[in-house]
Every structure is written in C-alpha cells, then in structure tokens.
C-alpha cells in the first residue's frame, strides 16, 4: 500500500510563491508517472500537472503553464510542485497521486494512490 504525503501548503498573498513537496513511502513510486490535482470549494477535483517516470517529460494545465512547475527526485521518493504567482483563484486543497503509467498523464482515471491533500489559500 503506498501512502502519499504533501506538505508545504499555506495561506499567501497573490503573487507570492510556495513549493508543495509529496513524500512516497516506497521506492516503487519511482516507475511510475506521478501528478498533483486540486480541489476548490463546491468544484471538481481537476488536473493541475504531471511528471513521467523519469522527470523528463511534464505535463501541466493551460491555467498554471508558466507559473507552476512540477519535479520530481526519485532518489528521495519525492515529487514537487513549484508555484510562483500564485492568484486567489489558485486556492484549492492540493493532492498528489500517483498513476499506473509511467508517461505523464492528466486523465485522472489512470492515477490509483492518492494523499490526504495540502490546503493553499491565496489572498488577494
């Protein structure tokens, strides 16, 4: 059973930056793709990017290119999400998760571990 941990979340300003870490707690995580997804009040849980296995191929949504960038270090289990500035509407709870595939993916029905979520608040 893998379990996901994110942290870094927080309440800031618009325009300020934040970096969201999620800590897997097995190695095995490394073959595969990971993504981080978010939920605002009274919304869908939507796609907000995607790594490959490797970390050479990323994938990110149309509303965050340029800002958000996601990583990943396989050697710590780790995968990351870069957000610089950030906007009231970016205010959601955060969830990593991990897929079933190994290439970048943003159809959620292919990702089958998921954490606990991290809140962001922006203030504008």
């Known amino acids: 059973q893998v379990q996901l941990v994110e942290s870094g979340g927080g309440l800031v300003q618009s325009g300020d930056s934040l970096r969201l870490s999620c800590a897997a707690s097995?190695?095995?995580?490394?073959?595969?793709?990971m993504g981080w997804f978010r939920q605002a009040p009274g919304k869908e849980r939507e796609f907000v990017a995607s790594?490959?296995?490797?970390?050479?191929?990323?994938i990110h949504t149309d509303s965050v290119k340029g800002r958000f960038t996601i990583s990943r270090d396989n050697a710590k289990n780790t995968v990351y999400l870069q957000m610089n500035s950030l906007k009231p509407e970016d205010t959601a709870v955060y969830f990593c998760?991990?897929?079933?595939?190994?290439?970048?993916?943003?159809?959620?029905?292919?990702?089958?571990?998921w954490g606990q979520g991290t809140q962001v608040t922006v203030s504008s």
């Open positions: 998760a991990k897929a079933q595939v190994s290439r970048a993916t943003a159809r959620t029905y292919e990702y089958d571990y």
């Open positions: 097995e190695r095995t995580v490394s073959s595969y793709a």
């Open positions: 790594v490959s296995r490797s970390g050479t191929t990323t």
